[in-house]
């Protein structure tokens, strides 16, 4: 990944950071410029929960070059505990072992190395949550 | 008054027993289980480093800080001999992941297995003198020990945080101390992948030269001796020479025990000590004595006597223990997976 890219999504790839509408309440994430609600252009900072329920996943075993080695893993969508969706990769659980409707946790992770020279990428991915 | 404001702590979930290494290497691994009494070690998973390890460990240490605001935090330090970057601070990432930045000064410390206790040690000195209202110290580590080597059976990862503050403590820094000479028992030159030791010269002049000097100037220093703490946590390469070093100092087993995990966990190197305290204060009592020593190979240790207040009660179960996170959970892997998680195996770009 281009550091410039990186860098700029580290708000929320690094501290879930959100935003929400000021006018409609509506928490968007990322952060837009523009409600998808009620088109309304001003947004508060809210800090996502970091846990809640898998909701539908897929399972990649035929991954891009940059995640080769951690084939076969899970992409899925979560609904955190207030209400908003995102997707994560699931880390830390045998495919065979993945549910819907499993209670998940957020981690602090490495999302990928660009070669052997380039910046590392980080960000949150989903693990089960087991306490 | 100085010391722990809120304290964490990081354990990757994935383990592997001493029989797996041994099995490997045509090594007798009963022999190995009782010359290092350890059984297993943590292994990081590829997307496990680090700056990952010190950022769950930090927000733990927030969860159980309360009131801090991570913007209050002044000062950023991170002992560790993996930093992911040569050339880049892991702090960075870590203050940003936490939203520490950007009023917040920041180094990488580098001293073997002992840089993180020198991340508290410098931490406690600047809240001491009024530079910063907190300082986090971190000792963090995904260790590395060449294949087929007597470190291999050691080498884990994991990481400890420690928020320090002025008020609202849950463990008052009573006294600090530290001991160092110049020994070479254990180097990696630069661009090495893997670490080379001095083999038994890692004993007698260097570890337990440094921690029992150490631990005895640190005694006296606040006029105590073993009988007057609760419990005392050391550096852990192994199993055997916490337990052998305290003995010598006079501590009791039951004194060294909640703190030494390095029978189920390995040696995380800069987080060895400081994940022993964690694991302390999960049990300690308030008003109960901790003396920590570490030690860091080149050599030096960093000796604390800590006073566990009553606030301990109140923030303990604001994160996970650490006995959990050693003991829950955890999937053993094979030594195919151990060395494709450690990025042992060469493949083409």
């Excluded at chain 1, 602090?108 to 020279?117: L, M, P």
């Excluded at chain 2, 010391?3 to 045509?26: L, N």
């Excluded at chain 2, 923030?315 to 042992?344: C, M, P, Q, S, W």
Aim: overall charge positive.
């Amino acid at each position: 990944m281009f550091p410039a890219r990186a860098h700029r999504e580290y708000p929320h790839r690094y501290r879930l950071e959100a935003g929400q509408c000021k006018k409609c309440g509506k928490v968007v994430f990322p952060r837009r410029l523009i409600c998808p609600v009620c088109g309304h252009r001003e947004f508060g900072k809210v800090i996502l929960p970091d846990t809640g329920k898998l909701v539908s996943y897929s399972v990649i075993r035929v991954a891009p070059s940059q995640f080769t080695d951690e084939a076969p893993y899970a992409i899925g969508i979560a609904e955190l505990t207030n209400g908003v969706k995102l997707m994560a990769q699931v880390a830390d659980c045998d495919v065979d072992n993945i549910k819907v409707g499993m209670d998940i946790r957020i981690e602090f992770r490495r999302i990928q190395t660009d070669g052997h020279h380039g910046v590392l990428s980080y960000g949150y991915k989903f693990v089960p949550k087991w306490y | 008054m100085v010391g722990i404001v809120g304290y964490g702590a990081h354990i990757p979930r994935h383990r592997i027993k001493v029989e797996e290494i041994a099995k490997v290497w045509g090594a007798d691994a009963p022999s190995y289980k009782k010359g290092l009494m350890l059984t297993q070690k943590s292994v990081p998973s590829p997307d496990t480093d680090t700056i990952t390890l010190s950022v769950t460990a930090a927000r733990n240490a927030l969860l159980r800080a309360g009131k801090v605001n991570p913007v209050e935090i002044g000062a950023i330090y991170i002992g560790s001999e993996s930093h992911p970057y040569a050339v880049k601070p892991s702090g960075t990432v870590v203050a940003e992941a936490i939203g520490a930045t950007p009023e917040i000064h920041c180094a990488d410390f580098e001293f073997a297995c002992k840089a993180g206790s020198e991340a508290m040690f410098v931490c406690l000195g600047l809240v001491k003198s009024g530079y910063v209202k907190y300082a986090l110290a971190i000792g963090a580590d995904t260790s590395q020990g060449a294949p087929g080597d007597a470190l291999e059976y050691s080498a884990s990862a994991g990481a400890a945080a420690f928020i320090m503050g002025s008020d609202n403590l849950l463990a008052e820094a009573v006294d600090t101390y530290a001991y160092m000479t110049d020994t070479p028992d254990f180097w990696r030159r630069e661009y090495q992948f893997y670490p080379q030791h001095g083999g038994r010269f890692t004993g007698e002049p260097a570890y337990f030269k440094h921690v029992t000097g150490c631990a005895e100037g640190m005694m006296k220093k606040v006029g105590m001796k073993p009988s007057d703490f609760n419990y005392v946590v050391f550096h852990q390469p192994n199993g055997k020479f916490p337990m052998r070093v305290g003995k010598m100092l006079g501590f009791k087993k039951e004194q060294i025990e909640p703190g030494w995990l390095t029978p189920r966990l390995g040696n995380t190197y800069s987080g060895s000590s400081p994940i022993g305290l964690t694991a302390t204060l999960d049990i300690a009592k308030p008003g109960d004595m901790i003396l920590m020593v570490s030690y860091g190979s080149g050599a030096g240790s960093d000796g604390f006597v800590w006073k566990v207040t009553d606030r301990i009660n109140e923030v303990r179960d604001k994160a996970v223990r650490t006995t959990k996170l050693l003991d829950e959970n955890i999937t053993f892997v094979d030594y195919g997976t151990y060395a494709k998680f450690r990025h042992k195996i060469r493949k083409n770009d």
